[in-house]
């Protein structure tokens, strides 16, 4: 099968940050800047993302463009004489569903949330009834499995294009249409009574803030929110040419994806300092407590909708990417076109993702991670505290051991092109400390979730 390619350098980059470009950024970045100490924990999360995500993002990137190949047959690719590699990648396509069967679902919670703000649905509301409508919306597995399967097909239907007509074109549009809206709301929000304390609080670090607890959620947030580690970034790699050196188109890659998180925060915190929102208020910041707060804005329906429709986007766009992936590994297995394998994946993500969708209502009963879990928090706990960690070790032991592809090939080949270049004094960083590091993320996520 004739390997396909992007048309542009720019494809590639906003197709990449699409990938990175999530609820991790606009939704969590925003709820855990606030619970841990405003700027200082974004000064350590920055420092955190060029320590940690920009290497493991370049060697991850540098294993796609080598094989040229999807996850499941990277490693035969490059080091076809090296055993026990490819299990990595079959781990991969399987975390790459599996993020899938949890991840469609939350974005089906966004698009709900942006047709009811649209029509009119929370006008009138008080605070209470926009709290139980969230509520309400998780208790109907008609919802949930609609706005799940409106999701699914529309990003099979965009892949089931050439990669060029279909999925590059789609993200570009979108991406550039999320910075216009994240633009004109940023805007907005400086306009808002409280936007000097917010700003105060998002962008003047108070250092004393900065203890054990910050830099661990820094750590954690700065390495996630790459999604590195599962090959959904491996697979863009592969469509590219040698033009250019890995390392910098890494760096752009962080740079989109942090300055959409950072926007979302200058969205956020004016207005929570306005209307005295606790800017802490966790996971619920998004579906109770800013509904409310556009509820009380002059022209609230108007910037809900809009703050909806760029929080949709985001998702949507991870949603592409790693449904981009799935395709091509599926393709490499089974030959088949663009169009049937569309098709089939599409039906497929459906069924799989029922289970989460029915979780909060029909199988409310089952509690896997303990009571007031569903399955969702197991799917994710499976992709975030296990296969993403273990796979970026991975990556980095593959891409920097004689046991692997080793550190020579892996330099090379993110050295090839014009551009910045992986420098031979971060080897020894890159060997032993940073899979220490990763390795101790891992190990402070299980004991967060299974160890309470």
């Not at 720019?10 to 991790?24: D, K, N, Q």
């Amino acid at each position: 099968m004739e390997r396909e390619r992007l048309s542009s350098r720019l494809g590639f980059i906003l197709i990449s940050a699409g990938c990175a470009i999530g609820c991790g950024n606009v939704w969590k970045f925003p709820w855990m800047t606030g619970q841990n100490g405003g700027a200082a924990f974004v000064f350590v999360y920055l420092i955190c993302l060029a320590l940690l995500g920009l290497p493991a993002l370049t060697m991850e990137f540098s294993v796609g463009r080598a094989a040229q190949k999807s996850p499941i047959y990277m490693y035969q690719a490059i080091t076809p004489d090296k055993k026990g590699w490819p299990i990595h990648g079959a781990v991969c396509l399987i975390g790459n569903v599996v993020l899938m069967m949890f991840y469609t679902i939350i974005t089906g919670w966004l698009l709900y949330y942006f047709y009811s703000m649209v029509t009119g649905k929370f006008v009138g509301m008080n605070g209470d009834q926009v709290g139980a409508y969230f509520g309400n919306m998780l208790a109907s597995p008609q919802t949930l499995i609609t706005f799940t399967s409106i999701i699914c097909i529309l990003g099979f239907f965009v892949l089931s294009f050439s990669l060029k007509g279909g999925l590059e074109r789609v993200t570009k549009i979108m991406m550039i249409a999320l910075m216009v809206i994240m633009t004109i709301m940023a805007v907005n929000s400086f306009t808002l009574s409280g936007a000097a304390k917010g700003l105060s609080f998002y962008l003047v670090p108070d250092f004393s803030k900065i203890n054990i607890d910050v830099i661990v959620a820094a750590m954690n947030q700065a390495f996630f929110t790459l999604s590195v580690g599962m090959g959904s970034m491996a697979i863009f790699g592969s469509y590219l040419g040698k033009e250019r050196a890995l390392l910098g188109e890494s760096v752009n890659v962080i740079l989109l994806d942090t300055f959409v998180a950072l926007v979302a925060g200058l969205i956020i915190f004016p207005a929570c300092f306005t209307y005295n929102v606790e800017p802490g208020a966790g996971p619920s910041l998004i579906f109770i407590t800013l509904p409310n707060i556009f509820l009380n804005m002059p022209l609230g329906r108007f910037w809900g909708s809009l703050f909806f429709l760029f929080m949709t986007f985001a998702a949507f766009s991870t949603v592409l990417a790693v449904f981009e992936n799935i395709l091509a590994s599926v393709r490499e297995l089974t030959d088949w076109s663009r169009g049937k394998a569309s098709f089939i994946c599409c039906v497929a993500m459906i069924i799989l993702a029922l289970p989460c969708a029915l979780g909060p209502n029909v199988l409310k009963g089952i509690q896997p991670l303990g009571p007031g879990t569903e399955i969702l928090d197991l799917e994710d706990f499976i992709v975030s505290n296990c296969i993403l960690p273990l796979g970026c070790i991975v990556y980095v032991i593959y891409c920097t051991s004689k046991i692997g592809w080793g550190w020579e090939g892996f330099v090379a080949e993110a050295n090839a092109g014009k551009g910045l270049k992986v420098s031979n004094s971060v080897r020894l960083y890159c060997k032993y400390v940073l899979p220490v590091i990763i390795f101790v993320i891992f190990c402070l996520g299980i004991k967060s979730v299974l160890f309470k």
